[in-house]
């Protein structure tokens, strides 16, 4: 499902840039619709949905003081489908002769065949040829009553001078994230989506100012979330290129455009960055990662993602940066980043996580004790075999290791082993563990 076409805004209101919004605004409630427009910015970030909805706002058939079109006459409708024949997209890229244009100039006089308005959108217009430029120029300069052109190219720097100063400039912005976000929550919302916001963060980060790039990373079910992005940074960290390169495969192969992915990680470790800093409210990733590291990994990112656009293999600098990076330096110690002492003054941190996705393992874990690191396993001490066999399901142990791997900031594997030496505090946690698990009452 293709979500930015499905939700692309068809209204001025629906528009995400503020500028953009009050612009059109103010134009089309001119006494006089200026006959051409041009739309400069960067890709996404909405300029052909405004030329629509342009389109359809000189020609609704609604009377009304408003300057939106209604959506429901025939007009609107018809603009709305793509099947109105006085509305005509034409992208310069593929069309952008002289002879195009010369096509364009000798039916432009003809009367629109259901329309107020022949409404004319010229994409990319800064790829028309010199010769192109001069005969769309005469037509600009003396446009028919009934004749709006629309202009609309990332590159304006290209145009003629005495082209743009014929048109109605608006400049499409790159969007803000909080622009971005509220296109996002739009389609979740309209698509019942479960996204949480830092997910939505992360995308509106990643996007670069593009609408539709953000919209469409909600089209991938598997997609960047927080904890496959940190699952890949921790690889990372650990030099673990194999890892990580097969980790960048599968995602090149669902669809994720390199620079998305560069986008977001960057992002997540400017996030990661501030919070070490202690900018912003605490997360738990950030608890462990080392600054220089973060910076070190950042700077690399950053060049490759600006390597992408003249590489003949989009994928090939993400690639290189990572396989660079993994042979830049060691590997980080085998006891984990976080080391016997980090574990323990985290161990609360687990258990607290572990606990609204399942009581009575919280419960359990709480009377359990974690001691150190050996071959690149926690050791969590356990003083009751039936508490060990239960821990050791596969469905308790995954979700013990997802929560500390996220909470470490590294992937973590957990042993338990049984021990008969019993504290008292250890004694009482234990009775606690079975009257909240079995629901029984343990007098002394």
């Given at each position: 499902m293709n979500y930015y076409l499905k939700y692309?805004?068809?209204?001025?209101?629906?528009?995400?840039?503020?500028?953009?919004?009050?612009?059109?605004?103010?134009?089309?409630?001119?006494?006089?619709?200026?006959?051409?427009w041009l739309f400069c910015g960067p890709k996404g970030t909405g300029k052909t949905s405004s030329a629509r909805i342009i389109a359809k706002?000189?020609?609704?058939?609604?009377?009304?003081?408003?300057?939106?079109?209604?959506?429901?006459?025939?007009?609107?409708?018809?603009?709305?489908?793509?099947?109105?024949?006085?509305?005509?997209?034409?992208?310069?890229?593929?069309?952008?002769?002289i002879d195009d244009i010369r096509e364009l100039k000798d039916k432009i006089n003809l009367a629109p065949t259901n329309l107020k308005y022949k409404v004319y959108i010229i994409d990319e217009v800064h790829m028309l040829t010199k010769e192109a430029f001069n005969a769309l120029l005469k037509t600009l300069e003396e446009p028919p009553a009934h004749a709006i052109f629309i202009l609309a190219t990332t590159e304006p720097e290209k145009l003629p001078e005495t082209v743009v100063s014929r048109c109605l400039v608006i400049k499409f912005a790159k969007a803000l994230p909080a622009e971005l976000i509220r296109s996002l929550k739009r389609v979740v919302k309209a698509e019942k989506l479960t996204v949480k916001d830092e997910a939505l963060q992360l995308i509106a980060g990643a996007a670069d100012g593009s609408f539709r790039d953000a919209v469409k990373a909600l089209e991938y079910p598997s997609g960047l979330s927080v904890i496959k992005l940190d699952d890949w940074l921790a690889w990372l960290y650990q030099r673990r290129a194999k890892a990580a390169l097969d980790w960048l495969?599968?995602?090149?192969?669902?669809?994720?455009?390199?620079?998305?992915?560069?986008?977001?990680?960057?992002?997540?470790?400017?996030?990661?960055?501030?919070?070490?800093?202690?900018?912003?409210?605490?997360?738990?990733?950030?608890?462990?990662?080392?600054?220089?590291?973060?910076?070190?990994?950042?700077?690399?990112?950053?060049?490759?993602a600006g390597e992408i656009k003249d590489s003949a293999i989009e994928v090939l600098p993400l690639e290189l940066a990572v396989a660079d990076w993994c042979q830049s330096g060691p590997p980080p110690s085998a006891k984990t980043p976080a080391g016997k002492t980090g574990i323990l003054s985290k161990w609360p941190q687990i258990l607290e996580a572990v606990k609204p996705l399942n009581h009575s393992l919280e419960a359990l874990l709480r009377a359990t004790e974690p001691v150190g690191v050996e071959n690149g396993f926690l050791l969590v001490r356990v003083y009751y075999q039936f508490h060990k066999d239960r821990l050791e399901e596969e469905r308790y142990r995954a979700m013990i290791e997802q929560v500390a791997s996220k909470i470490l900031a590294a992937p973590v594997k957990i042993k338990f082993f049984l021990s008969a030496k019993l504290t008292p505090s250890h004694d009482a946690d234990i009775i606690k563990t079975a009257e909240e698990v079995f629901g029984i009452e343990v007098n002394d």
């Open positions: 692309r805004p068809q209204t001025i209101a629906e528009l995400d840039l503020t500028f953009v919004r009050e612009a059109l605004t103010k134009a089309l409630q001119a006494k006089s619709v200026p006959h051409a706002a000189v020609n609704c058939d609604t009377k009304k003081d408003s300057p939106e079109p209604c959506n429901h006459c025939d007009n609107c409708r018809a603009i709305t489908k793509g099947t109105a024949m006085d509305v005509l997209e034409i992208d310069a890229a593929s069309n952008r002769g495969q599968s995602a090149w192969n669902e669809g994720r455009r390199p620079k998305s992915i560069l986008l977001a990680a960057i992002e997540r470790l400017r996030r990661i960055l501030l919070l070490r800093l202690g900018a912003g409210e605490a997360e738990d990733i950030a608890a462990l990662i080392d600054p220089a590291i973060i910076k070190d990994l950042a700077r690399r990112l950053i060049a490759a």
